[in-house]
């Protein structure tokens, strides 16, 4: 800083006549003690960067959709004295959850305490208490349970749902749970989950609740997608809050792979508004993910959809989904980035018992689980590599994809003792 002579000559009066103690006499002449007076020396150092760096590793996956099928499979393979478990649907993808920092899931069906009857038709959900404690046990941190089913049992079975989570919660203090709420306070009491000394925030709203609609009496809340001004207003509020923001939306158009240009326009104004990432589900298919620039050049990621984690559904197209990974990031001047995006393909296996509905990521699917499976045969849907492979490299750019090598121009490699013995093991299972 400069200081003008004027201003110097009154400052020193000032002093004089003050008695400052930055200011001090040697010999007749006045010497000013620059610190003291608050000026800053351009001389010093530069002070440390006010921010530290830190980022977070963050999961999610798409809907869990629990159709009859899905928990009669969780039935036949309980152990004595159980009812369900749940835990065979997703032994060959449960490892990989508790990898991230933060793994979230689109629980798409109501879980209704164990008071209303159950339910996994096309329209209506209702879902085993076992489940959600499953899903708890195998490592996620955020359920999301806004989707298109999120009223198939009206007021009451939200709210019973809602009571199951707030028990469930007791044990797993960990658990945060999104897209419904009991009140407006409850609606604006943000989930934030801090790790690593930074702040992440959690947001969801639906497009639909298949025409079923909350009483005008009741406290409850499904934020609806088609409220932007609501969804910007929290986006804001909680950018103040937290270092970072996701928002979860159950959008598009059921079993297609087509990204509408709604969902574009949407996913711009949540990204220009302050999210940081959107996870989309609702169209029960694999979609298209992509970064879009805001006006400052700063970034957001978008998965449009990543389709289905668990399901029974009748079209091959609804059998791949994905378990999408990214890290969100801050550099020492605060600056946020979605980092290391990447993508594993997940594919839905069931035989035609329709007792054995399993998760199976892609790099441990194999041609003899393709053989059994019953989308072709009962279906008469197109089940094979090609089909696969052609669903994962239409939806999935290469540079965001895992674990994935394309089985259906690869040469078959020689069947080893190992293989033979592990095709057998399969055998026995689906026999």
């Not at 604006?188 to 009496?217: A, H, M, V």
């Not at 240009?261 to 996870?279: C, P, T």
């Not at 090598?405 to 013995?421: H, R, V």
Request: hydrophobic letters at 30%.
């Amino acid at each position: 800083m400069k200081i003008r002579p004027i201003a110097l000559l009154t400052a020193i009066m000032l002093m004089t006549l003050t008695g400052c103690s930055g200011v001090e006499q040697q010999n007749d002449s006045y010497v000013i003690d620059i610190g003291s007076m608050g000026i800053p020396d351009e001389t010093e150092p530069p002070t440390n960067p006010p921010f530290t760096k830190a980022d977070v590793s963050i999961l999610a996956v798409g809907e869990n959709m629990i159709h009859s099928s899905v928990y009669k499979t969780a039935s036949a393979h309980a152990a004595e004295g159980d009812t369900y478990d749940f835990r065979y649907c997703y032994q060959h993808i449960d490892d990989r959850i508790p990898d991230a920092d933060i793994s979230l899931i689109n629980q798409s069906t109501l879980i209704c305490n164990d008071e209303m009857e159950l339910a996994g038709g096309s329209d209506i959900f209702n879902s085993p208490v076992e489940l959600g404690y499953t899903l708890a046990d195998m490592g996620f941190d955020v359920m999301n349970i806004s989707s298109r089913h999120v009223l198939d049992k009206g007021a009451e079975g939200l709210e019973k749902t809602l009571n199951y989570w707030d028990n469930l919660q007791k044990e797993y203090a960990n658990v945060s749970v999104v897209g419904a709420y009991r009140s407006e306070q409850d609606m604006q009491n943000y989930r934030i989950i801090e790790k690593d000394d930074l702040s992440i925030g959690f947001l969801s709203y639906t497009t639909s609740t298949n025409d079923r609609t909350l009483p005008e009496d009741t406290s409850l809340i499904v934020p609806m997608a088609q409220q932007e001004d609501l969804m910007q207003r929290q986006i804001k509020a909680l950018s103040r809050q937290a270092d970072s923001v996701i928002v979860c939306i159950n959008w598009g158009t059921p079993d297609s792979t087509e990204v509408e240009d709604s969902q574009k326009e949407l996913a711009k104004k949540i990204i220009d508004w302050g999210a940081d990432v959107i996870i989309g589900t609702g169209s029960h298919t694999l979609q298209s993910m992509e970064y879009i620039s805001r006006s400052d050049g700063t970034k957001g990621f978008v998965f449009y959809s990543l389709g289905n984690f668990i399901s029974a559904q009748t079209e091959n197209i609804n059998m791949i989904g994905g378990m999408g990974e990214f890290r969100i990031c801050r550099d020492n001047q605060g600056n946020i980035s979605v980092q290391d995006v990447q993508v594993t393909p997940v594919i839905t296996q069931f035989s035609s018992s329709m007792t054995d509905v399993q998760s199976y990521p892609y790099d441990e699917y194999t041609k003899l689980l393709m053989e059994k499976h019953n989308i072709p045969y009962f279906y008469g849907n197109q089940w094979d590599w090609e089909f696969i492979d052609s669903v994962v490299e239409e939806n999935i750019p290469k540079k965001y994809q895992k674990n994935y090598t394309n089985q259906s121009s690869a040469t078959e490699p020689p069947t080893t003792e190992e293989d033979e013995e592990k095709d057998e093991e399969e055998n026995e299972e689906y026999e």
